[in-house]
């Protein structure tokens, strides 16, 4: 059971498709933390060994942080949209925000 602290309306108010979108942002947030915090402690690290676990572990949170994006594209028609629009595009980005909004 979720602690009253990890929501910031009543738990009871709201719909499980909501609560189940808020899990999978907070997901999605906490495994995009965990890329950084592997990746700056892979930079410093001089053993060799514990080197290459921490960049695995590092790659292996880049697979449940787009694992939890997919889940949010497939329930949220926003995410989808945008997705849509700049994911797996090239040049400017912005000068794609251009395009697509004319
Ligand atoms: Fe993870």
Do not use: C
Request: hydrophobic content about 35%; cysteine-free; proline content about 1%.
């Amino acid at each position: 059971m979720a602690t009253s602290s990890e929501w910031h309306e009543s738990y009871g108010q709201m719909s499980e498709e909501t609560l189940n979108f808020s899990r999978a942002l907070k997901s999605l947030q906490e495994e995009l933390e965990a890329v950084d915090w592997y990746n700056q402690r892979v930079e410093v690290t001089k053993d060799e060994q514990l080197r290459r676990i921490l960049a695995h572990n590092r790659d292996e949170e880049i697979e449940h942080a787009m694992m939890a994006l997919e889940y949010l594209r497939r329930g949220n028609p926003v995410f989808d949209k945008h997705m849509r629009t700049y994911l797996f595009t090239e040049g400017d980005i912005l000068g794609i925000e251009e395009k697509a909004e004319e």
